[in-house]
């Protein structure tokens, strides 16, 4: 009913962006509306720069950083997070090493402190160590207890095969038991540092403010990162399929699919939006009118795209009772093949592109919603304009342009298909 | 059409009855739109369990106004976000849209209300679809286990049997039973729409008594009466499977969310399961500081623990769960759990836990405010298994409770004769 003009997206008229002399990037969007500060940024190191004898090392290097520190250890940390209702954490993905913290703006800067104690300064406490590798092993198992999370496991494998991108970034049992204390002192001191990092801020806050607690904390700390040189991906040329039994199970999970872009890629705007057209629109776009509104066979049966520095798959996911899979397969290759034979209609393609545009200022709405946008922005370089002229880059995309990355990527005759579920 | 202002909230009621809240706001150019009705799985009776779910979902299956597929296609075209939710009280369904497009959420849900079809072809794909989301749950043991723990917990209430209903109920129930659910608890006497966000609320106002005004009144409902008896013995439940990871769960009846003792069994939670979040799905809050992590798996007896405690209609569970750590045995951890309870009865609680507790619940309002969505949804569960007095009371209550009142709560409700206990573990 209202739309204000003061309501811009993020971008250059309403973020500070700058770099400190050690190479961190920063950007600060003030926002005033309520008394809560977000703060989310990547290290430029993550599960590529682990050996694959010790898949899961930056993982676990990262979750054992709040567990101790050199002013803060466990339960310091936790209580003077927990006792103002704080959240702070570390993670780590294929590329980077993630932290975040959400406060009350009046606590925002003794997260600040303690955050960049805790990235700087971990002491990696060896009965912490010890206590986590418990815990990791446990979630392990669950994670092969747990049909989606194998199907997701094993397509990777099969897809990447002896490429980082193949390994789970949680690591293997064996893996993760062979990690000693030296490889995560090792793994820290050798590859964390503020060169290429990035820290977003986004709520009650003042610019000047951010800037001087970040330069105080972070601003003298030195170091490199390591260069994110992937080895390349060879490109599948042919069908690749499994069946894992899982006994106790029933129901079973399929993904299907083919390697497709990077984040770079020229083609990402239209397979972007042949992706929303195939399996998310509405209702999960075709593959939910095909295999759940008409036929009844899933819950759930959806398509995604995974672009990252390297080329990610684009794949279909569903879970179906048993004696349903092969029907299940065969109508989401179908909808593959369609998508890449006709052109979609102009209804779909408009109603797609409606969708992904119109849908940004539910993005954009929290804070948290505002560092996640920022933050991927940066990271992959698309410049601080990127949402100024996103409705432009989705609007140009033709039926052609999706009928061609369809045809390209979603191949009948090159795609790896797992199936998880009942024996 | 009286109109009261109170907790910066306008609350009216249409002459159909439709109960109306709206809280204007213009942090962020989106607004919510919800529609809460007071039926749910509480609602129903043996042979037709789940039958509220599968009626949300029909809700999805067109009107005449928007066939099959276009109402997702139409919401979605516009920039909006969707869902509807089935719990134990209510029944609901949303939409979120930038701030100029909200009224069509008016629009789709007025329609809804009235004229859904439930197509008698679309019903046994519809059973498919939703024997398919039940797979899905019965692929995990926690939830086999939650749903056997619940089962055992009540003998006479309806809250026994599981949200998506009973298997066999679903392969049985048909679209008879399912249009004379509609029609019985859809209408707008028996419903609460709720719009928070960037719109001006006299012209929200009016706008919604446009859409819904003319939808007629349907008959008034009989209360529930079911109670369910006080438990005189301990309850025990073995689940055994296939996963090797082991679980446990414990619950104990708790009061309902008027009773006196709902809010200082809040703060119990928070003090002995961390504080949690304010998301529409619970959220997430870092919670290593607790009582119940320092006792169980700061010791390596579980890699997970934590207590819940809704607030609902009726009196309904104050429950325990533990994921066990390698070569530790369920008692052990149940054990483990009653020390921390005892502690509660015999010590009590410090006044920097009540204190902490407190901090921690402002610090998840503000982050709440953040989200029309959150927001919207927050006041109309309220609205269902209370008011909104009760919510806009939250903190004043919370604030009130005493460590003396934690005490005399945990040992009230927590006794041995009152609970159920869950074991999950490996077969062999």
Request: with cysteine.
């Amino acid at each position: 009913m209202t739309n204000r003009a003061n309501h811009a997206f993020p971008g250059p008229d309403n973020v500070f962006r700058t770099q400190l002399s050690n190479g961190i990037t920063l950007l600060v969007r003030e926002n005033h509306a309520a008394p809560v500060v977000v703060l989310d940024g990547y290290l430029s190191v993550g599960s590529i720069h682990e050996s694959a004898d010790k898949a899961g090392l930056a993982s676990f290097t990262a979750s054992l950083l709040t567990r101790g520190s050199s002013r803060y250890d466990f339960d310091t940390f936790n209580e003077t997070v927990e006792a103002v209702g704080a959240s702070v954490s570390a993670g780590a993905g294929d590329h980077q090493t993630s932290f975040s913290t959400e406060s009350l703006a009046e606590d925002f800067s003794q997260m600040v402190e303690l955050l960049a104690d805790v990235l700087r300064h971990p002491t990696f406490p060896a009965e912490q160590m010890e206590r986590m590798r418990g815990q990791w092993l446990v979630r392990l198992q669950e994670r092969e207890q747990n049909t989606r999370s194998v199907a997701s496991r094993r397509f990777h494998e099969l897809l990447y095969g002896d490429h980082p991108y193949g390994r789970p970034g949680s690591g293997y049992p064996e893996t993760i038991q062979s990690i000693s204390r030296e490889d995560v002192v090792a793994f820290h001191r050798d590859n964390y540092g503020p060169q290429g990092a990035i820290i977003v801020v986004s709520g009650d806050v003042t610019t000047d403010a951010v800037v001087e607690l970040i330069t105080t904390h972070l601003g003298d700390w030195q170091g490199t990162s390591p260069a994110q040189t992937l080895p390349p991906v060879s490109a599948q040329t042919d069908i690749r399929r499994e069946s894992v039994a899982m006994p106790g199970k029933v129901q079973s999970d399929i993904l299907i699919g083919s390697l497709a872009i990077a984040r770079s890629d020229p083609d990402y705007f239209a397979v972007q939006v042949a992706n929303s057209i195939l399996g998310q629109f509405g209702m999960m776009g075709r593959l939910g009118e095909v295999v759940r509104e008409e036929q009844g066979l899933a819950y759930y049966s959806y398509s995604m795209l995974d672009a990252d520095i390297g080329p990610g798959p684009w794949l279909a996911a569903a879970g179906v009772n048993p004696a349903n899979v092969e029907l299940a397969v065969e109508s989401i290759r179908a909808e593959f093949a369609r998508l890449g034979a006709e052109p979609v209609s102009d209804e779909e393609l408009s109603d797609s592109k409606a969708n992904m545009t119109g849908r940004l200022p539910l993005a954009l709405e929290t804070n948290d919603g505002v560092t996640s946008q920022l933050l991927n922005m940066e990271w992959y370089g698309l410049g601080l304009d990127y949402l100024y002229r996103y409705a432009d880059n989705i609007n140009a995309i033709t039926a052609a342009d999706v009928q061609r990355v369809a045809a390209k990527y979603l191949r009948p005759d090159a795609y790896t298909l797992v199936v998880a579920g009942p024996e | 059409m009286a109109t009261t202002n109170e907790n910066g909230l306008t609350i009216t009621t249409l002459d159909n009855g439709l109960r109306v809240i709206l809280q204007e706001t213009h942090q962020a150019p989106v607004a919510s739109f919800w529609v809460f009705y007071r039926v749910g799985s509480r609602n129903e009776t043996p042979g037709l369990t789940g039958i509220s779910h599968w009626v949300e979902h029909m809700l999805f299956k067109g009107t005449d106004r928007y066939p099959q597929g276009e109402f997702d296609k139409v919401v979605a075209r516009a920039g909006g976000q969707f869902n509807g939710m089935t719990w134990q009280d209510w029944t609901t369904y949303f939409e979120t849209f930038p701030s100029d497009r909200i009224e069509l959420a008016l629009d789709v849900e007025s329609d809804r209300m009235a004229n859904a079809i439930f197509d008698p072809e679309e019903i046994d794909p519809e059973r498919t679809v939703i024997i398919s989301e039940r797979e899905g749950s019965e692929n995990s043991y926690r939830w086999l286990l939650d749903t056997e723990v619940q089962a055992a917990a009540f003998q006479a209430h309806s809250y026994q049997h599981p949200i998506i209903g009973w298997r066999e109920d679903l392969l049985t129930m048909n679209r008879e039973d399912l249009y004379s659910h509609y029609r019985t608890f859809y209408t707008p006497n028996n419903a609460t729409a709720v719009a928070v966000g960037d719109f001006d609320t006299a012209e929200m106002l009016a706008k919604i008594e446009q859409h819904f005004g003319a939808l007629a009144r349907g008959p008034e409902l009989k209360p529930l009466r079911a109670s369910e008896p006080a438990q005189l013995a301990e309850r025990r439940i073995l689940l055994r499977g296939a996963d090797r990871t082991s679980h446990l769960q414990m619950a104990f009846p708790g009061p309902n969310a008027r009773h006196p003792d709902f809010f200082p069994l809040t703060v119990l939670d928070a003090i002995l399961g961390g504080a949690k979040g304010m998301g529409l799905f619970g959220g997430s809050s870092s919670n290593r500081s607790n009582r119940l992590y320092r006792a169980l798996v700061d010791k390596e007896l579980a890699v997970g623990a934590g207590c819940g405690f809704l607030p609902t209609i009726d009196p309904y569970l104050f429950s325990f769960r533990a994921t066990l750590a390698r070569d530790v045995i369920h008692q052990q951890v149940e054990d483990a759990i009653w020390t921390e309870i005892e502690k509660v009865q015999t010590d009590g609680v410090t006044v920097a836990e009540l204190e902490k507790a407190i901090k921690q619940t402002k610090a998840q309002f503000a982050y709440s405010s953040e989200s029309v969505t959150n927001q919207a949804y927050w006041l109309g569960f309220s609205d269902m298994i209370a008011d909104t007095d009760w919510f806009a009371g939250w903190l004043e209550n919370l604030v009130a409770v005493t460590a003396a009142d934690v005490q005399r709560v945990a040992q009230t409700w927590f006794t041995r004769t009152r609970q159920t206990v869950g074991w999950y573990l490996p077969e062999g």
